[in-house]
């Protein structure tokens, strides 16, 4: 998706929010994967959501329009101490990403 551009783009974006799509649907309306108690799931799953901003800028579409429950499981996740010391900040993960991307393709 991040190399991708026009119908090739639209393809791989459709196919990457499908697969956050499927994540939601499991969770349904539990506040944690588990159920009620955050868990091994949820610990496995919760660092993707420092790469959702790189995933919105770099696929041009907004993951609080196409997976509402997801951001908001995010967000309760993010309400633990432990896991927001832990995770890096999403617009530190954007910046690595865009200067690697830069830096291979500038040349």
């Given at each position: 998706?991040?190399?991708?551009?026009?119908?090739?783009?639209?393809t791989?974006?459709?196919?990457?929010?499908?697969?956050?799509?499927?994540?939601?649907?499991?969770?349904?309306?539990?506040?944690?994967?588990?159920?009620?108690?955050?868990?091994?799931?949820?610990?496995?799953?919760?660092p993707?959501?420092s790469?959702?901003?790189?995933?919105?800028?770099?696929?041009?579409?907004?993951?609080?329009?196409?997976?509402?429950?997801?951001?908001?499981?995010?967000?309760?996740?993010?309400?633990?101490?432990?896991?927001?010391?832990?995770?890096?900040?999403?617009?530190?993960v954007?910046?690595?990403?865009?200067?690697?991307?830069?830096?291979?393709?500038?040349?």
């Amino acid at each position: 998706m991040w190399l991708s551009s026009g119908e090739e783009h639209e393809t791989w974006k459709k196919e990457f929010i499908s697969i956050f799509k499927q994540l939601e649907e499991t969770l349904g309306d539990k506040p944690f994967f588990g159920g009620d108690m955050f868990g091994f799931v949820d610990v496995d799953l919760i660092p993707f959501y420092s790469w959702f901003y790189t995933y919105e800028t770099y696929g041009n579409f907004k993951m609080d329009t196409e997976c509402p429950k997801l951001v908001a499981w995010a967000k309760r996740c993010m309400e633990r101490e432990a896991v927001s010391k832990t995770l890096p900040d999403e617009k530190k993960v954007y910046a690595v990403i865009d200067g690697i991307k830069k830096a291979l393709f500038s040349k």
